[in-house]
């Protein structure tokens, strides 16, 4: 049987660091009658690539109206370029606010709005920033718009 022996030199390693390794650190040691614990370690990572997050995964629109794909940003250096991906029965559209019927996607105003949504509209979206220290991604939007131009003649 071996025994456990003393660490001399305990440490933590953060390879990679990103903002949400930001935090308070505790080095804890245990012996068979107790423990202690260090002084904590505030540790702020500064500059990162961006942490790109969206509110909803699943989207529902009808057919002919406005939907925003909400999008934030945290990024430290400020971003650089925002943009959305649309993909489509295996197509990969880049889009952005200079995009007809598009609006947002951009630093300031990271969330896509698509204008009066039509069925080539649906799919799954992707907002995706840019810095100096790299590109990050968020979680994927499913995008689904209901009824369709013969639906909205029949129910005027």
């Avoid at 509209?121 to 718009?145: K, M, P, W």
Wanted: charged residues 15%; hydrophobic residues 35%; negative net charge.
């Amino acid at each position: 049987m071996e025994q456990n022996k003393p660490v001399e030199n305990p440490s933590f390693d953060i390879t990679f660091a990103t903002f949400e390794d930001s935090g308070q650190y505790t080095c804890s040691a245990k012996d068979y009658q107790s423990t202690v614990h260090s002084q904590p370690i505030n540790l702020t990572v500064i500059g990162g690539v961006p942490v790109v997050s969206v509110k909803d995964i699943t989207v529902t629109i009808g057919y002919g109206h406005d939907v925003t794909l909400d999008c934030s940003i945290i990024s430290d250096p400020p971003d650089i370029i925002v943009y959305w991906q649309k993909e489509h029965n295996g197509t990969t559209t880049n889009l952005t606010s200079n995009n007809p019927g598009i609006g947002g996607s951009a630093a300031r105003k990271p969330s896509l709005t698509i204008k009066e949504a039509k069925e080539f509209d649906a799919g799954i979206y992707i907002c995706f920033a840019l810095n100096a220290v790299g590109l990050a991604r968020s979680n994927e939007i499913n995008l689904t718009v209901e009824g369709g131009m013969i639906y909205q003649i029949f129910n005027v």
